[in-house]
């Protein structure tokens, strides 16, 4: 059998860092969500680009699919092994490998976590800041395009990613992008690979635009009456052009589900968690018109946290969200959705989606970088009740076609693995045929995560 | 014949929006720079996006070559029809088609060019950042990537363009990219179409970001005593993240043409020009950290414009640097070098440029948008002479393989063309030949811009 042919030389080359223990499968074939388990024959651990390189060889020989897997955060189902084969768990290459303070970039390989390297970076005075809530591979957050609290300032992985290396579906290894600021050298490789979810290479090392630690810091949490004036306050501030770092937005139900999981005494009231960062005057003004437009959307008091771990309390509540969500209904799974919109649209789409949630018959707190008009809806489905799963799948689905009529996408940030694939075609057109074009172009035996982003073949 | 087929059912199609007319052809065949004239067949002007799909499927039935041409700005031989065939001249779909202030963007056809759109955004307090220079086309902007002076605060291309409407070589129409702020919805198409120089699709509309108008700016220039305190100025005020909105290099040589053609009365020596946008306060505040950093660095004098046609004036006289520096040796041609390196790589990148160029027997005055860590050498050189083009060729080659060695990239913004086709291999090895995978798979008959940018095949 082909697939066990291809664990044989793995296990040849790899000795002991290949594994087919049912524990290790198993930790390898679950998902955050809803999608059911689905173990891959093998777990392979590489220690450096040779080494993925000759196991990317050595798959292709025997047409085994290859699976890349980083921290297992990813929300589409993204990281398992549909159609059996080896998924290649990058926690070995973890290492820091250059910080260029001068230049404010970081080369790392791809099994490096967001906290471990801003952990490495806490002495330059530098940090990396997409933050996706979840402690995630760095590698992963590539391949998923991975974005969060702070890219309505600093950008999603897009932005942030400057140069690549990796290893393609025949075994070649290629570096993408530079380390200069900007290159109009042809095509952007980089680009393409980031957000392309290990469905054409494998990345090896990854090369990170930094940015300098604020000089202050201001962050604050405040209730709103309704949801309708907290996304107004969210749509003024963005169109006043007022330099928000973070700008989150949670609805009632997710105040209570804080206030029960974390200990939070937060109103049963929408609210707004806001961070600003900047010169010390910069950001104390900027936290203070942005106090201004709250106050005139009926804010119900502005409560700053000014204190370094009043802030860090904020943060890790808000990136706990999901968990205290899913809480909230014990023995629940959820299907997250996760539409982006342009501002102007931000209003008609949270409250259309909140109208249709409170009509169902299944619980969905939202939550979301609202600053980016992005947000989620936390499906929670009783995984005994088939029905629930499919009125979830209805609800996104409603949601989904809305935020495509008005200009958006299916997915912000989560990407598509295989929860979003049919909304591909809606979105994309013929656009989606020629991403699977360049799939077959680059990987003709479609080895690298099959039946993932692009349409199954 | 082929291409005169082609002809035939192009002129059915458009009648006398057709023209094989001598002047018409040598108008599209002329290059900025040093490439011979290289007339195409026919040039074409169609009025929307069906009629370019026509035209690319007519051409495609009978093999022809299509360019597509914007305003004829670009500098590596782009628009050159090398292979014969059509040219699609864009600038009657021109329209600006949809600004939407309450989002910060605009939907556009091709042809319009920089200063046009600028010029319909007035009365929005929003404006269209990136500045090349020239007053080229979006669309020509878009398809190399271009940056300019702007762009060490607003970014290129690549970060200013959220949306793609594409004619593909095989007739099909797709929509690339969103209006959303982000999405991970898939490949990033386009990201892939900006910077592919018309290799992959003829871009029949855009969708661009716009930036609110600052409240304040705050622009100078100054002088130093030799270029390498210059550029220790720059990677200094880069580092301290200082936003500059624009941070430009001469040096003495181009200080002079701008004395010699733009009546300008700056010292015989190396400048900065710099341009500071934000709040009344805050790009004050920001000037003058400047001012004492260019002092530290022996700076003689920061002077300020500060009326707004001081700034007009300013900015259009670095504008017309290559025509400036054309003019200092009358008669000759130009060939451009573009390399863009890490900031920590300036200082040595530009110094060895300069003692290249004195040893060798021809001019060449350096100018750059420095705060990128990039920068051009003009090197101009006798046509009558072919020595001379092959000494350029040889500082040029120099040149790149520094930048290459230094972690930079041969081309910072002028992209590829035929000017840099022989430095793509050292610059991106197997990725190069992925690019060419890439081309292969989205234009199977090589149609689209021939002989640019990919492998010739």
């Not at 070995?92 to 471990?116: H, S, Y």
């Not at 990345?203 to 990170?208: F, I, Q």
């Not at 962050?219 to 709103?224: D, L, P, Q, R, Y």
Request: net charge negative.
């Amino acid at each position: 059998m082909a697939i066990a042919d291809a664990i044989g030389d793995l296990s040849s080359l790899l000795g002991e860092r290949v594994s087919r223990s049912k524990p290790v499968l198993e930790a390898h074939g679950r998902s955050e969500t809803h999608f059911p388990l689905t173990p891959p024959d093998a777990v392979v651990w590489p220690d450096n680009t040779q080494e993925v390189a000759h196991i990317m060889r050595i798959c292709a020989a025997h047409d085994c699919p290859v699976i890349g897997w980083g921290a297992g955060t990813s929300l589409e189902g993204q990281g398992l092994a549909v159609r059996g084969g080896v998924v290649v768990d990058f926690s070995r290459m973890n290492a820091v490998l250059d910080i260029r303070q001068a230049d404010m970039d970081v080369t790392v390989q791809p099994g490096v976590t967001r906290e471990a390297l801003n952990e490495t970076l806490r002495a330059t005075g530098l940090f990396f800041p997409v933050d996706p809530g979840a402690n995630a591979s760095i590698g992963g957050m590539a391949m998923t395009r991975a974005s969060g609290t702070t890219t309505v300032r600093y950008g999603t992985m897009r932005d942030n990613v400057i140069g690549l290396e990796v290893v393609l579906a025949d075994g070649r290894i290629i570096e993408t992008g530079s380390r200069a600021r900007k290159s109009a050298a042809g095509y952007d490789l980089t680009g393409l690979m980031v957000g392309s979810e290990g469905t054409l290479g494998l990345v090896t090392r990854l090369t990170l635009r930094l940015h300098g630690l604020p000089e202050a810091v201001h962050a604050g949490i405040c209730a709103f009456p309704d949801m309708g004036s907290a996304v107004a306050a969210v749509t003024e501030t963005i169109q006043m052009g007022l330099p928000a770092a973070r700008l989150e937005f949670v609805d009632a139900a997710t105040a209570r589900a804080f206030n029960a999981y974390a200990g939070a005494r937060m109103r049963d009231a929408p609210h707004l968690l806001v961070e600003f960062h900047g010169s010390t005057a910069g950001a104390a003004e900027d936290a203070e018109r942005f106090a201004e437009i709250a106050e005139d959307h009926g804010a119900l008091g502005l409560e700053m946290a000014s204190r370094a771990e009043d802030r860090r309390a904020l943060w890790a509540m808000r990136h706990n969200a999901y968990y205290a969500i899913l809480n909230a209904r014990p023995g629940a799974r959820a299907l997250v959705t996760d539409i982006c919109v342009p501002i102007s649209a931000l209003p008609e789409a949270v409250e259309a989606t909140q109208r249709d949630i409170s009509a169902s018959s299944i619980p969905g707190p939202i939550a979301g970088h609202v600053g980016d008009g992005n947000f989620h809806a936390i499906l929670l489905v009783d995984p005994n009740d088939p029905g629930e799963l499919e009125e979830a799948k209805r609800l996104s689905h409603r949601m989904t076609e809305r935020a495509l009529a008005l200009g958006g996408t299916c997915t912000g940030e989560h990407g598509v693995g295989m929860g979003k694939l049919t909304f591909m075609q809606a979105e994309h057109g013929d656009g989606w045929a020629v991403m699977s074009t360049i799939k077959r172009a680059l990987d003709p035996q479609n080895l690298l995560n099959p039946g993932k982003l692009v349409a199954s073949n």
